[in-house]
């Protein structure tokens, strides 16, 4: 076992806030730890002395070991919250506000939820009242603006002391008790609690900073939301625990804004996904993003585009990150200097792997996953508040990868993302892959629906105004690539949906494809007047009768309609 190894044994045997007063007396009170929204500066003092404050008065509210849900863009509110509640000994489940109500009182019932902090400031700027209102039926709310007011003089006395008398004044948390609990999209199901322990967090932590060599000189920005496990682990508390200044910026959507600020901090490591990467980059000036040294994208595929449109204009490398939220969430990554396309470079220290066959595919398998950041386990609607624990610590990812000999790993895809056509098995993402090298400028999606023939087919949603089949076609048979994963008809839309964690939104594309489908086969049936030759335009099942997706196999063009963004989030509760 290598020291590398070992230190992170040692190291992860430690409760997120002991981790963090230990951060804070390293790097000094004085020192600016985070950079809020608006562009406040808040140093280690700053936080420290909100988190026990908030927590004193947070603790009148609660029981210990209570699971407290937490419902903030990215942002110093964020953050303290989270850190005031572990400092009482309380467990924050970060909640998704992007979900809509069902989903997020689903999560409240898995976990036992029976409070929620937000703030009034936020709830006003995202226009989230309608939210609330669902939410307040099932669970108290608790506005950050009235824990404020009753803070007492007992608490800010506590925000003075506690920093110089953590053990005494602080809950002392079991390393293997939850710590954090995150949850699923939903997207299958209801979504599912996933409890992390406190050594999961801070052992995947110790795993990133022993996996990517950081500058002492490292300033980070994260827009990504804390909600999500990517830009709570790596994109907030990986900074702050080793000491690194971050900037927050609340809505990973503001993509004209965010260049701006990247340059005006001096950034240097961007947390994002291969998507909002490639916009940022488009809305900024040549030079504009030049301070960063490198960009680190999960969630999705990065492209090759993306990383020479990175090198080029801006002079700073894209490594991507894979990871799920069960395993806190970094699995593996690329390392600067040591980027292997088609990878995403080796798996993080003291991470074991096994692949299992899958039937139909050759040269890879079914990823499962076992380490210190691999999580407790889940919590489902179905019997709300009953862990389900992992089977000896392994996780099934779902996910099917190869790992060559050197260790590098390349993922094919999720097992959902295959298609069988008439009994071959087709990654979806080989079928992005191939668009994004005929569109690179564009964002593309497929999509699996039934095929009286062939029993499945292949559908792909993209932006790209015309995207004629036949190009795809003579791409892909001049590069090698079998026609079976050519999309059988191609849908144009204003905008592919995309989520507020920046992946790409394979749900609402599948009911796309479904509508334009069923679009096309009610016409289809209809009785034929007079000749036609084009596909006419698809309409949506609204009162507004907007025009939907344009549906083609052959080099008909159609417009489709724009989704709504989600509300620009600009600021967080102070």
């Not at 595929?301 to 799920?324: H, I, S, W």
């Not at 980027?339 to 990823?367: D, H, Y």
């Amino acid at each position: 076992m290598g020291d590398p190894i070992k230190r992170i044994e040692r190291r992860s045997r430690r409760a997120i806030f002991q981790a963090y007063l230990e951060s804070a007396r390293k790097n000094g009170a004085k020192t600016v730890a985070v950079t809020d929204g608006d562009g406040k500066d808040f140093t280690f003092q700053d936080i420290t002395r909100a988190s026990f404050a908030l927590g004193g008065a947070i603790a009148r509210l609660t029981d210990k070991n209570e699971r407290v849900g937490i419902l903030l863009p990215t942002g110093a509110g964020a953050v303290i919250s989270l850190f005031a509640l572990l400092s009482r000994g309380r467990v924050p489940a970060m909640l998704n506000f992007t979900s809509g109500s069902k989903n997020l009182l689903a999560a409240c019932k898995a976990a036992q939820i029976g409070r929620i902090v937000t703030a009034r400031k936020f709830v006003d700027l995202a226009n989230l009242d309608k939210l609330i209102g669902e939410l307040s039926d099932a669970v108290d709310i608790v506005y950050l603006e009235d824990i404020k007011d009753q803070v007492k003089p007992r608490d800010k006395a506590l925000a003075i002391v506690g920093p110089f008398l953590p053990g005494l004044l602080s809950a002392r948390s079991d390393p293997d008790a939850a710590g954090v609990i995150l949850f699923t999209s939903g997207t299958e199901g209801a979504p599912k609690g996933v409890v992390l322990s406190h050594r999961n967090i801070v052992a995947n932590i110790e795993q990133i900073s022993a996996h990517v060599e950081l500058e002492p000189s490292d300033k980070f920005f994260n827009p990504l939301p804390t909600f999500h496990c990517y830009g709570l682990t790596a994109g907030a508390l990986w900074p702050i625990l080793n000491g690194h200044p971050v900037v927050f910026h609340p809505s990973p959507l503001q993509t004209k804004i965010i260049p701006k600020r990247i340059f005006e901090t001096g950034s240097t490591v961007l947390f994002a996904t291969d998507t909002f990467l490639s916009q940022y980059m488009r809305a900024s000036d040549d030079g504009g993003m030049s301070s960063l040294r490198i960009a680190v994208c999960g969630a999705e595929r990065v492209r090759d585009e993306t990383r020479q449109a990175a090198e080029k204009r801006f002079g700073f490398e894209v490594l991507e990150g894979y990871g799920v939220t069960e395993g806190s969430p970094v699995l593996a990554a690329n390392q600067p200097g040591d980027i292997r396309s088609g990878t995403v470079g080796k798996l993080l220290p003291g991470i074991e792997a096994r692949l299992e066959p899958v039937e139909g595919l050759e040269n890879a398998g079914r990823l499962h996953v076992r380490g210190h950041n691999i999580m407790k386990g889940y919590l489902s609607p179905d019997n709300p508040g009953v862990l389900i624990p992992l089977t000896d610590g392994w996780h099934d990812t779902g996910d099917i990868v190869h790992i060559d000999d050197e260790g590098y790993v390349s993922i094919r895809g999720r097992l959902k993302r295959f298609a069988k056509i008439g009994g071959e098995m087709v990654s979806l993402a080989i079928v992005e892959n191939c668009a994004s090298a005929v569109w690179p400028d564009n964002l593309h999606a497929a999509a699996i629906m039934p095929d009286p023939k062939k029993g499945e087919q292949i559908i792909l949603v993209t932006d790209r105004k015309d995207a004629p089949r036949s190009l795809l076609l003579s791409w892909a048979q001049s590069h090698g690539v079998p026609e079976i994963a050519v999309p059988k008809k191609i849908i144009e839309v204003e905008e592919v949906p995309v989520l507020g964690t920046g992946k790409i939104d394979f749900l609402t594309v599948k009911t796309i494809a479904e509508n334009a489908l069923m679009a096309t086969t009610a016409r289809v049936e209809e009785p034929i007047t007079e000749p036609t030759t084009k596909v006419e335009k698809e309409h949506t099942t609204d009162e507004k009768e907007k025009p939907a997706a344009a549906i083609k196999d052959s080099d008909d063009a159609a417009p489709a309609p724009a989704n709504d963004d989600m509300e620009d989030v600009k600021d967080a509760a102070e």
